[in-house]
């Protein structure tokens, strides 16, 4: 099944491509402008800022919470009937540590409240809390992929392998362009896309 989308693309790897391609050009913009310092840590609408910003060249539902219900191998995200109580609630988590960032991290991705591209956008959505609570930012380059995929598997059981994947990886270069874009990168060394150079975009 591919997703419907504004290039018009019918064949599955032609719109991965399109998308990785666009995306990083996006959000290379998002860090430029300066537009990502204009909003509020934590909250939802920063999310979904984030999101349309990243995919709305791409996707009708760019910034837009699902409306269909999802899983990821044997592990059903939240229900399109709880969705928005949930994101609600994740909203009121507090973040005034790093214990309680990771978990609010963790909520926001068993929510996982966008069709597509939620790990791109809730990688910024993190790094934008730890800077203004802890002047940190995640160096995703650092993390091993498979110890990542585990972690996330794990983490509505047991959150402490992804918060020591994540502890470890901490970097006070929240300025630096090319460590925020690991985020982004990162995204696609784990679903196997193509890869695209910053200076390329």
């Known amino acids: 099944m591919i997703l419907e989308n ?3 693309i019918t064949d599955p790897a032609e719109l991965a491509r399109e998308e990785e391609r666009i995306s990083k050009r996006k959000a290379k913009e998002l860090f430029e402008t300066g537009y990502l310092n ?3 840590p934590g909250t939802f609408a920063s999310l979904q800022a984030i999101h349309k910003y990243l995919f ?3 996707y009708y539902f760019a910034g837009e919470v699902r409306n269909v219900d999802m899983a990821k191998g044997n592990f059903r995200f939240i229900p399109i009937a709880y969705i928005n ?3 609600a609630n994740i909203e009121k988590m507090p973040q005034s540590n790093f214990e309680e960032i990771i ?6 991705n068993i929510a996982h409240p966008f069709r597509e591209g939620n790990g791109r956008s809730t990688r910024i959505w993190l790094d934008l809390i ?5 002047n940190k930012v995640v160096d995703w380059s650092k993390i091993d992929r498979a110890d990542y ?3 996330m598997e794990r983490s509505p059981i047991k959150d402490t392998e992804i918060k020591e994947l994540i502890r470890q990886s901490l970097t006070d270069e929240v300025e630096n362009r090319e460590v925020y ?11 196997g896309y193509w890869t695209f150079r910053i200076e390329d975009l």
């Open 56 to 58: 709305e060249d791409v």
């Open 6 to 8: 504004k290039l018009n």
């Open 181 to 191: 874009m690991k985020g982004i990168e990162s995204s696609y060394l784990y679903e």
């Open 85 to 87: 109580e949930a994101i």
């Open 103 to 108: 978990k609010k991290y963790v909520e926001m």
């Open 38 to 40: 204009t909003l509020k």
């Open 149 to 151: 995929l585990f972690a």
């Open 130 to 134: 730890l800077k203004k609570e802890l």
